[in-house]
C-alpha cells in the first residue's frame, strides 16, 4: 500500500522557537497533501490543503503566517509551526493523495507529536 | 457544511461479541465515505471506502455498510486485537479534503 512518512514523530521544544514538520510520500507522487491537527479524544481538524509547486490553502481559523506549509516537489511537503506556544501543542498529522488515482482515498502519515514547553 | 456524527463514543466488548459502529452524515454531495483505524499515537490507517448507498465491502471481521444518511461498521466476533478507535470521514463532490467525526474508542476484552 502507498507508504506516508512523517518526521519527527515526537519533538518537544521551548515557548518561542519554530519547528518544521517533514511528510514525505515514499512510493508514490502526491500532487495534494493534507495537514491535520488532532487534539486528545478529538477527531482530526484540516487545516490547510497543500499542493505542488502552489501556495497552501488553509481552513477558517488557522493563521497561515503561524503555519508555513511548503510543498516544493511531489513527494515532500512541510508544515513549520513558527513562534510555537504551549497551545500549539497537539498531533499533527499529515495525508496524501495518489496523483492520478481518483477513488479519493488519502494516506495518512504516522502523526508528529509537538510539544511545547 | 457537511458533518459526520459517530456514535457511541465508546464502546467495550468481551471477545466475540459482534456489535456496530454507527456514522450519520451531511454532506453536499456525496464523493465517498471512508472508514479508517486509529491505534494511539498513530496515524489513521484505510479500511474502507464506500460510494454509493446499498453498498457493501468486507475485510476479515469487518463490514461497512452506506446508506443516503448513514454508514454502519459491523464487527464480528471482535479480537482484542480490533481494539482501536474507528473514525468515519466523508468526502463531498469536488472536493478532495476529508470531513472526520469523532470517533469511536472500541475496546475488546479477551
Known amino acids: 500500500g502507498a507508504v506516508v512518512s512523517q518526521h519527527p514523530s515526537r519533538v518537544i521544544c521551548k515557548s518561542g522557537t519554530s519547528v518544521k514538520i517533514e511528510c514525505r510520500s515514499l512510493d508514490f507522487q502526491a500532487t495534494t497533501m493534507f495537514w491535520y491537527r488532532q487534539f486528545p479524544k478529538q477527531s482530526l481538524m484540516l487545516m490547510a490543503t497543500?499542493?505542488?509547486?502552489?501556495?497552501?490553502?488553509?481552513e477558517q481559523g488557522v493563521e497561515k503566517d503561524k503555519f508555513l506549509i511548503n510543498h516544493a516537489s511531489l513527494t515532500l511537503s512541510t508544515l513549520t509551526v513558527t513562534s510555537a506556544h504551549p497551545e500549539d501543542s497537539s498531533f499533527y498529522i499529515c495525508?496524501?493523495?495518489?496523483?492520478?488515482?481518483?477513488?479519493?482515498?488519502?494516506?495518512f502519515g504516522e502523526g508528529s507529536r509537538l510539544t511545547v514547553l | 457544511e457537511d458533518q459526520v456524527t459517530q456514535s457511541p463514543e465508546a464502546l467495550r466488548l468481551q471477545e466475540g461479541e459482534s456489535s456496530s459502529l454507527n456514522c450519520s452524515y451531511t454532506?453536499?454531495?456525496?464523493?465517498?465515505l471512508f472508514w479508517y483505524r486509529q491505534d494511539p499515537g498513530k496515524g489513521p490507517e484505510f479500511l474502507f471506502t464506500l460510494y454509493s448507498a446499498g453498498e457493501e465491502k468486507e475485510k476479515e471481521r469487518l463490514k461497512a455498510t452506506l446508506t443516503k444518511k448513514e454508514s454502519f461498521l459491523h464487527i464480528t466476533a471482535p479480537k482484542p486485537e480490533d481494539s482501536a478507535t474507528y473514525l468515519c470521514a466523508v468526502q463531498a463532490r469536488g472536493f478532495q479534503k476529508l470531513v472526520f467525526g469523532t470517533g469511536t474508542r472500541l475496546l475488546v476484552s479477551p
Open positions: 454532506v453536499s454531495g456525496l464523493r465517498g
Open positions: 495525508s496524501a493523495s495518489i496523483a492520478g488515482l481518483h477513488t479519493g482515498e488519502l494516506f
Open positions: 497543500s499542493n505542488e509547486g502552489s501556495k497552501a490553502t488553509y
